[in-house]
T-cell receptor
Framework: GENVEQHPSTLSVQEGDSAVIKCTYSDSASNYFPWYKQELGKGPQLIIDIRSNVGEKKDQRIAVTLNKTAKHFSLHITETQPEDSAVYFCAARPGGSYIPTFGRGTSLIVHP | DAGVIQSPRHEVTEMGQEVTLRCKPISGHNSLFWYRQTMMRGLELLIYFNNNVPIDDSGMPEDRFSAKMPNASFSTLKIQPSEPRDSAVYFC??????????FGQGTRLTVV
């Protein structure tokens, strides 16, 4: 089955800096890569996703990149704000499956 | 729609007792997932239903865990008998045809 590795487990940045979270996956059949943000006491919420026919996708301050050859994808957050502090999860889902496999999560702390 | 609704939000029970967690998926969604979240193991898929039928239950830890989906608007996860190592946050999520998975707020289970 699919295996997703996520790094780093903790990331601490100053407000205004950029943050990058990286994930690798094992199943070359994976074609859908969502990113979730989990705030304290809440369930994960989708913030952005990318499909395998696209190399990069942006939505305001967040962007995702995908390298299918290397089987890795990354989340980039620019101009970080304290409200970006949360746990971020990457996931990968093989084609033909409805089940995403999640990474272990990255705790992002943005210091004012 | 109010989103995925889970109950209870918190549950404290004694070892050996039966625990039932409940989930109401988003109306119209045909996929339902139960996840368990712990610090040690991250987000683990327990079971996946499609059109009310269990498709993948390989993540169910052992016979003490069981899940049902009697209709499209309700699912339960039952633990009998409960053990302290079952303490975790349990999430229910739903989606339509493999689209974005929407998570509930979770049930924090503590077994003492």
């Amino acid at each position: 089955g699919e295996n997703v590795e996520q790094h780093p487990s903790t990331l601490s940045v100053q407000e205004g800096d950029s943050a990058v979270i990286k994930c690798t996956y094992s199943d070359s059949a994976s074609n859908y890569f969502p990113w979730y943000k989990q705030e304290l006491g809440k369930g994960p919420q989708l913030i952005i996703d990318i499909r395998s026919n696209v190399g990069e996708k942006k939505d305001q301050r967040i962007a995702v990149t995908l390298n299918k050859t290397a089987k890795h994808f990354s989340l980039h957050i620019t101009e970080t704000q304290p409200e970006d502090s949360a746990v971020y999860f990457c996931a990968a889902r093989p084609g033909g499956s409805y089940i995403p496999t999640f990474g272990r999560g990255t705790s992002l702390i943005v210091h004012p | 729609d109010a989103g995925v609704i889970q109950s209870p939000r918190h549950e404290v029970t004694e070892m050996g007792q039966e625990v039932t967690l409940r989930c109401k998926p988003i109306s119209g969604h045909n996929s339902l997932f139960w996840y368990r979240q712990t610090m040690m193991r991250g987000l683990e898929l327990l079971i996946y239903f499609n059109n009310n039928v269990p498709i993948d239950d390989s993540g169910m830890p052992e016979d003490r865990f069981s899940a049902k989906m009697p209709n499209a608007s309700f699912s339960t996860l039952k633990i009998q008998p409960s053990e302290p190592r079952d303490s975790a946050v349990y999430f229910c999520a739903s989606s339509w045809e493999g689209g974005e998975a929407f998570f509930g707020q979770g049930t924090r289970l503590t077994v003492v």
